[in-house]
């Protein structure tokens, strides 16, 4: 039964993949993400990206050879500040993304297996009270509890976004541990971690995957959003910070910093946001399994 269970499994990963594979602008998308994570990557292994805080420029120069897309108020190179926000973006929205889409998925498993129990309840309440509290008065009041702390941003947006996901996979779990293979495992005596984490969790993949890229670029936006009031990013650059910093220069008609920023935030957001579509419409069981 396992075996047979595997082995749908992976027929139905190859047809989404093929699926994938089709849809041009899934693919297109997925490169211009690629892309951006090579950025990101270099600046990790310090290829590039080094000098954005280094003064080292007129303030407000004009594009040219030395500092391609100009400099801010300060001296400081736009297009440097630019790609190591790059890197910025995906720490936070990996970081994110990944802890939350586990946590999400570990507390909607236990939910949805132990639904109409206190188990279940709990849970629920929890995600109640996680959702009644506004995102960014949970942040600013995280912020100030933990004065200061560089990651009090990330660990507000991770105790934020899971709920979504966990009520996801509740819904699923309590769909899948009525099915025979559930029965099956409950029939020759496996413990319930097992039979949840083991034979049901892996067939919730398909919505962690899809709930994580949408909360990788929900993790951006907010970043930038934070960042722009003051209460995200605190010891790098990003771009939301170079946008809160373009505000006086957008006023004395320079505009280099402002649209840097924000066509590169523009770029990455678009091409996730396609790419999670496509991935959508692949892993979705009613289309994979046509």
Do not use: C
Not at 54 to 70: E, F, I, K, N, R
Not at 127 to 141: Q, T
Not at 259 to 285: C, R
């Amino acid at each position: 039964m396992t075996r047979d269970r595997s082995s749908e499994r992976t027929s139905l990963w190859a047809k989404a993949w093929y699926k994938f594979r089709r849809d041009r602008i899934g693919v297109v998308s997925l490169g211009v993400v690629a892309l951006y994570f090579i950025v990101a990557l270099g600046v990790w292994l310090g290829l590039w990206g080094q000098g954005w805080s280094q003064v080292d420029g007129p303030m407000w120069a004009p594009p040219g050879p030395d500092h391609w897309l100009g400099t801010n108020i300060i001296g400081q190179d736009i297009f440097e500040r630019a790609i190591y926000s790059t890197k910025t973006a995906f720490e936070v929205g990996l970081v994110v993304a990944v802890l939350s889409t586990l946590l999400g998925g570990f507390f909607g498993a236990l939910a949805g297996y132990f639904s109409n129990s206190w188990v279940d309840e709990l849970i629920l309440w929890l995600m109640g009270v996680l959702d009644a509290i506004p995102f960014y008065l949970f942040v600013a009041a995280l912020a100030y509890a933990l004065q200061g702390y560089p990651y009090a941003m990330h660990i507000a947006m991770i105790a934020t976004f899971w709920t979504t996901t966990a009520r996801l996979v509740r819904g699923e779990v309590i769909k899948l541990k009525n099915f025979e293979f559930v029965e099956a495992a409950r029939a020759i005596g496996l413990p319930r971690r097992l039979i949840i984490f083991r034979h049901i969790t892996p067939n919730t993949f398909h919505i962690l995957l899809v709930q994580a890229t949408i909360v990788f670029v929900g993790a951006i936006k907010s970043e930038v959003i934070l960042s722009f009031l003051g209460l995200g990013v605190t010891d790098g650059v990003s771009w939301g910070l170079m946008i809160a910093e373009s505000t006086q220069e957008v006023q004395a008609g320079h505009f280099s910093n402002f649209i840097t920023a924000s066509l590169f935030l523009f770029f990455l957001v678009m091409a996730f946001n396609m790419f999670a579509d496509a991935l959508q419409d692949a892993l979705d069981p009613k289309k994979v399994a046509a």
